[in-house]
């Protein structure tokens, strides 16, 4: 049974529960639900620990994050095989794209915080400068679809600022965490600095309203961010939320017909469509409506499904399914679930599905679903395009695919999106802001960003008397 990791060793606690491989649904590891007792001990040496890990300089905790990324790098293939065994992803992804990451996280909040200036600012005779000081404990609350590469993006920052954490990653998927913990142990990385707790929503709750957690970031449903947000809101603690999405994508006629269509194909159904960022809603030019529809069904045949990471979420993705059809929709390919005549068969699988034919208000397009699905309409105008892809609760992410380099320019600057691709998706510089708009969360992490949320400033002011003559 995996154990927490709490002051840097292992605590065997609470009632077991069972993690099942998605891929076939059997079940891989039992893993111990944090009560009350593991969550206060968790957080209480998290705040032990705090004092001292604020007070070393920032170069030395930019070191221990350089070493814990060499630590990834030694466990690179046991990181490997926890993350696909939990999540069903493929060994190219995980290796190339969600291990890498993690490294590449530590690494770049080290160069970030360590080169960040002060400021100063002089006025007749007054000196004013500001200092950064760390919020204390942050309770770190990590998907299912991303565990230790957004795990990583969270911790890293958090602790290169100064505070410690509690982690607490999706009951789906506690393997990768597992690993790291030791990984920060045989680092010597200082104990309660990184603690980790596992469980389902109610150890969550506990530990975002235990009175000694000072901040929350979290990375999932915009209704669990919303829960959070009310179990907070008496201490007023500060939140980052980085939430649901029902993300455009809009193909101009102009555009590289087959970079377009392999670029919706890539976000689309990467990771089984379960990434925050993927696109639901593809907004076609006229006049190239026809020929894009007929070449991404065809692609979307041609794609390996993953599986859904639960049995309850593939029951999610089908019902939408069932309701498309239900809304009138034209199911151009998929819309089904797979069989593959082997022990996959009992795994968490749904075809890779492309619709067109429903209304912009129906719920299938106005919903998040979270799978390997998107539905496409057409457009006449640039402007029709825009107010298309605006018209959603989320803000997250989209992408315009063009040829036109004004059009893209004046379209971007036009999206209501935290994010927007040209001619490209899913390509990330870790020093730019991360985050979205109204149902899509609050704040933004990366680079500068991260620091200033797991940090906030005290002004000093000196009044310097002029000498006598």
Not at 62 to 89: H, M, S
Not at 268 to 278: A, D, E, I, K, P
Request: proline share 6%; with cysteine; hydrophobic share 45%.
């Amino acid at each position: 049974m995996l154990t927490h990791f709490i002051g840097g060793e292992p605590v065997a606690a609470g009632t077991a529960f069972p993690v099942h491989d998605p891929m076939t649904g059997a079940v891989i590891r039992q893993v111990g639900e944090a009560d009350p007792e593991v969550v206060d001990r968790a957080v209480r040496a998290a705040r032990e620990a705090a004092r001292d890990w604020a007070a070393l300089p920032v170069a030395e905790r930019a070191g221990w994050l350089r070493r814990l990324a060499e630590g990834i790098e030694e466990r690179f293939d046991d990181l490997v095989a926890a993350e696909i065994a939990d999540t069903g992803k493929p060994l190219d992804q995980t290796r190339t794209i969600d291990i890498p990451r993690g490294i590449a996280n530590f690494r770049a909040f080290a160069e970030i915080a360590a080169h960040r200036p002060d400021e100063a600012f002089h006025l007749s005779g007054v000196l004013s400068y500001t200092v950064r000081r760390p919020l204390g404990v942050v309770a770190v609350i990590v998907p299912w679809n991303l565990p230790f590469l957004l795990m990583t993006w969270k911790l890293a920052p958090a602790l290169v600022a100064g505070n410690t954490v509690v982690v607490k990653p999706s009951e789906h998927t506690p393997g990768s965490a597992a690993v790291f913990a030791e990984i920060c142990a045989a680092a010597g990385l200082p104990p309660g600095v990184v603690n980790i707790i596992y469980g389902h929503g109610s150890a969550g709750q506990l530990l975002v309203e235990h009175p000694w957690v000072d901040a929350v970031t979290f990375t999932g449903s915009t209704r669990t961010g919303s829960a959070i947000m009310k179990a907070v809101a008496d201490r007023v603690k500060p939140v980052s939320f980085e939430l649901g999405g029902k993300n455009a994508a809009l193909v101009f006629e102009d555009c590289d017909l087959d970079r377009a269509v392999e670029g919706c194909v890539r976000s689309v159904f990467t990771n089984g469509g379960q990434v925050c960022l993927c696109t639901e809603r593809l907004y076609v030019q006229r006049p190239i409506f026809e020929e894009f529809c007929t070449r991404l069904a065809a692609r979307a045949q041609e794609v390996v499904p993953q599986p859904m990471i639960s049995a309850e979420h593939r029951e999610k993705v089908l019902s939408y399914y069932a309701l498309a059809r239900s809304e009138g929709a034209k199911v151009l390919a998929g819309g089904g679930t797979p069989s593959f005549g082997d022990k996959r068969d009992a795994g968490y699988f749904v075809d890779p599905t492309v619709v067109t034919g429903l209304s912009e208000w129906s719920r299938f397009n106005r919903e998040e679903i979270f799978g390997p699905v998107c539905h496409v309409a057409h457009f006449d105008t640039e402007s029709e395009a825009i107010d298309l892809a605006n018209n959603s609760e989320y803000g997250l992410a989209a992408a315009i695919w063009t040829g036109g380099l004004d059009r893209a320019h004046r379209v971007a600057q036009r999206l209501e999106a935290g994010l927007v691709w040209v001619n490209t998706w899913y390509l990330r510089d870790l020093r730019t802001p991360f985050g979205g708009l109204r149902l899509s969360g609050i704040g933004r992490e990366g680079g500068t960003q991260s620091l200033d949320f797991y940090s906030e400033p005290t002004t000093i002011t000196i009044k310097m008397e002029q000498p006598d003559a």
